[in-house]
């Protein structure tokens, strides 16, 4: 066997084995490339080190150390609290305020991974608190900071685009925008209702007052059936802002600004942040580090890591060259997609965007295949995938679920992904591509 069919397949045996034995995915992948890479392709250990994702491992300690505080000293729950009354206790609204929330981040330039890394704390506390399912939440948060990713000024639609001209193709911006915003509303829609929507939807047709009442009192004592207490939202149930509290969401605050309007790191600003609060609050800060998701970190570093050196060394570079030899356009479009959903739920999506456009000029200049409808199925095809716990926005949804529930929302968010690494590559042919090539 080539390393190339080598190394694809001691990746399946790496899921496989972790999906039978207890053992971290992350661990067995780093041995993975550590034995593929210096016995198979022949490279030095540096070399495949070199694949670690630094930068996600500081995004997730980051924001998952900031959070972590957050809640020790009760800022989350202050923020919990508002947004019940802001939504007048609809709790079913939440998934989709914050699906909208970051989606508006991304449309007007900000990153995927520093939208999601600002929400996603906020939005599975919600969903601790007030029973809401954490897979559904998370799925919703990653869905909306994809589709604002492709507006013309968000970061995928101008790196789509920009390969597009540069590749002398034609494109349409809005086509790009709508059909990624419509794929990734009608994902969340689908999670919404299947992942239990329409309980919270039962729920919301108590009157908004007692909903909020009930909530509030649910949310301070654990206890929804409490005894009766004053429905006014103002409850002093509710918690209040002291200088702790008031400090912090000044740091989020810095945390937001910085990330999204002067592009800093958000991963060393949340790291930033949580210490300058720990040197200011001690005492809040005990037991932080613990809460770290470590072992999320070990795992989709691990994971990121080998994909990585599949990609260096050319292994999916193989793949792409060998679709394009593909003699049937329609066949070649089906396959690069596909390609392009099964690397990303792994890897960068801004990088497979970047690298499989030019794989399909070849057949695109036939013109035997529509380029607006197979470059916008790539492009849908090589995002949604982003809730995949592997991928940075997946990640960042696992590492700020609920302790109790993080093993739980992991493996839910992997079958979404894989799910989607299937369903959405051969739905955007059928819709997007087949209809071109007919024309």
Known sequence: MSAEVVALVVLVLVFLIATVRSINMG?????AAFVVGTAVFG????????GFPANLFVILVGVTYLFALARNNGTVDWIVHRAVVAVRGRVALMPWVM???????????AASPAAVAIVAPVAMG??????INPVMMGLMVVQG?????FSPIGIFGAITNGVVDKSHLPGNPAVLFFSAMGACALISLVGFLTLGGTKLLQRDRETPKQQVATLTRTGASGSAGDSAADPDPADDALPRLDAQRSLTLVGLLVLAVGALVFDLDIGFLALAVAVALTLIFPSAARGTVDKISWGTVLLVGGIVTYVSLLEDQGTVKWLGDGVAHVGAPLVAAFLICLIGAVVSAFASTTGILGALIPLAVPFLQTGQVGAVGLVTALAISSSVVDCSPFSTNGALVVANADVSERDNVFKRLMTWGMTIMVVAPV?????????GSLS
């Open 27 to 31: 661990a067995l992948a780093l041995v």
């Open 43 to 50: 490279v030095e250990v540096s070399d495949v080190l070199g």
């Open 99 to 109: 699906f909208v929330v970051c989606a508006a981040i991304t449309a007007i330039g």
């Open 126 to 131: 919600f969903a601790a608190r007030y029973r």
């Open 145 to 149: 900071a994809t589709g604002g990713s």
């Open 427 to 435: 739905l955007c042919w059928v819709i997007l591509v087949v209809p």
